[in-house]
């Protein structure tokens, strides 16, 4: 019985070291696997918010432009002289005193970081407003973009504003 016993002892030696590995391995695995699934659910929110963000950004954006053409010491002839080299090659934003300024804004720093701008268009050209002509509508598109990781994501709204005051 003794020698049985013993038989089965030496048999179950290299069992133990076995397991543990095998478990190592798993935990790894599992492990890995929660980390991998952290990560991608972080950056997918990151991309959430800041497609929200980019989004509220790019429509206060166009509502500023909008209060800029309504505001009542602007006429149609100064919106549209103020506005007009605004383009994505020469991109504007509304500043803090409510006019139009050259080049892009920006907020936030980092990953979270929203660049944004407008261009302006003759609506029945869909180009540039030509030096002298004062279209009746115009289109303000707004860019506002940021990047998540290495790619670049954007927001992109668009609205025609027209001289409604007709003066």
Same mark, same amino acid.
């Given at each position: 019985?003794?020698?049985? !016993? #013993?038989?089965?002892?030496?048999?179950?030696?290299?069992?133990?070291?076995?397991?543990?590995?095998? @478990?190592?391995?798993?935990?790894?695995?599992? !492990?890995? @696997?929660? +980390?991998?699934?952290? !990560?991608? /659910?972080?950056? /997918?929110?990151?991309?959430? #918010?800041?497609?929200?963000?980019? /989004?509220?950004? @790019?429509?206060?954006? !166009?509502?500023?432009?909008?209060?800029?053409?309504?505001?009542?010491?602007?006429?149609?002839?100064?919106?549209?002289?103020?506005?007009?080299?605004?383009?994505?090659?020469?991109?504007?934003?509304?500043?803090?005193?409510?006019?139009? @300024?050259?080049?892009?804004?920006?907020?936030? +720093?980092?990953?979270? #970081?929203?660049?944004?701008?407008?261009?302006?268009?003759?609506?029945?050209?869909?180009?540039? +407003?030509?030096?002298?002509?004062?279209?009746?509508?115009?289109?303000?598109?707004?860019?506002?973009?940021? #990047?998540?990781?290495?790619?670049?994501?954007?927001?992109?709204?668009?609205?025609?504003?027209?001289?409604?005051?007709?003066?």
């Amino acid at each position: 019985m003794k020698k049985d !016993i #013993k038989k089965k002892m030496d048999l179950q030696k290299g069992f133990t070291l076995v397991e543990v590995v095998a @478990a190592l391995a798993i935990s790894a695995l599992v !492990i890995t @696997a929660l +980390i991998s699934l952290t !990560i991608s /659910t972080l950056r /997918t929110s990151l991309d959430s #918010k800041l497609l929200l963000e980019g /989004t509220k950004i @790019a429509n206060r954006e !166009i509502e500023l432009v909008r209060a800029y053409r309504d505001n009542k010491d602007v006429s149609w002839v100064d919106f549209i002289n103020n506005v007009r080299a605004c383009s994505s090659d020469n991109p504007c934003h509304i500043d803090s005193s409510g006019r139009p @300024a050259s080049g892009k804004n920006s907020q936030g +720093i980092g990953a979270e #970081k929203v660049e944004w701008f407008f261009s302006v268009a003759d609506v029945d050209s869909g180009g540039p +407003i030509p030096a002298g002509n004062y279209p009746s509508t115009v289109r303000i598109s707004v860019s506002a973009t940021w #990047k998540v990781g290495d790619k670049q994501k954007g927001s992109y709204i668009y609205t025609d504003l027209s001289n409604w005051r007709m003066k």
